[in-house]
């Protein structure tokens, strides 16, 4: 199966496995989803398990992890990811999906957002497509500048620590857009229930990008 290398391309498409990080799974009933060392080993159990490495997840999914966050609780309850999340040590290169520039950058760094975030803005199929890159390192902020530009497959980030990515285990979470709204160097990434008929058609299926063979 062909895959896009959004992270370090020395992982191969039977690298990678997934997860589920759903309210369906019943471990998560017991278990600490939003307790880093509780998911990473629960993480390494699965790659042992799968003997893969490159766990990846998350789009529609109605996600334990919120019920668990005032963030996504208070107001309107926001609990189904958007985007997809590739789980990869801190440090990992982070790719350009194709070719475009940066439309916007920010450090969304309150917890449990993405921390630093990039979002470039590409040419598909004759209509404009922004892809969002977010939980990144912090070190790559300084390299950015709007309007630059980027082939594909190009580095454009690496993958950030706990500690500057909003609070989470090292991971990527990719999301892809038809239309940016009024965001800049940011994006919703969690949807309440009532919310999903508007995005649909507006946060294309990331799955597709990522193995362009995906049904």
């Known amino acids: 199966m062909a895959i896009t290398p959004l992270i370090d391309p020395q992982y191969q498409s039977e690298d990678y496995f997934p997860i589920d990080l759903s309210v369906n799974n019943p471990y998560w009933d017991e278990c600490d989803v939003g307790n880093i060392d509780v998911f990473d080993a629960y993480l390494q159990r699965k790659r042992q398990e799968t003997g893969s490495f490159v766990a990846y997840g998350g789009y529609l999914e109605q996600r334990a992890l919120y019920r668990q966050s005032a963030r996504f609780q208070e107001g309107l309850v926001r609990d189904t990811h958007l985007g997809l999340d590739l789980w990869a040590p801190a440090g990992t290169t982070v790719h350009a999906l194709m070719d475009g520039e940066i439309h916007s950058f920010a450090d969304n760094n309150d917890p449990g957002n993405y921390g630093p975030t990039l979002i470039l803005k590409h040419n598909w199929r004759?209509?404009?497509?922004?892809?969002?890159?977010?939980?990144?390192?912090?070190?790559?902020?300084?390299?950015?500048?709007?309007?630059?530009?980027?082939?594909?497959?190009?580095?454009?980030?690496?993958?950030?620590?706990?500690?500057?990515?909003?609070?989470?285990?090292?991971?990527?979470?990719?999301?892809?857009?038809?239309?940016?709204?009024?965001?800049?160097?940011?994006?919703?990434?969690?949807?309440?229930?009532?919310?999903?008929?508007?995005?649909?058609?507006?946060?294309?299926?990331?799955?597709?990008?990522?193995?362009?063979?995906?049904?």
């Open 126 to 215: 004759g209509q404009p497509l922004y892809s969002l890159y977010g939980h990144l390192s912090k070190k790559d902020l300084s390299s950015w500048e709007v309007g630059a530009s980027f082939r594909e497959s190009d580095i454009i980030a690496h993958l950030g620590t706990a500690e500057e990515n909003g609070g989470y285990s090292p991971h990527l979470h990719f999301q892809v857009m038809t239309d940016m709204l009024e965001y800049h160097g940011d994006f919703p990434g969690v949807a309440a229930a009532s919310e999903l008929r508007f995005y649909k058609g507006l946060v294309l299926d990331p799955l597709h990008f990522l193995f362009p063979d995906h049904g």
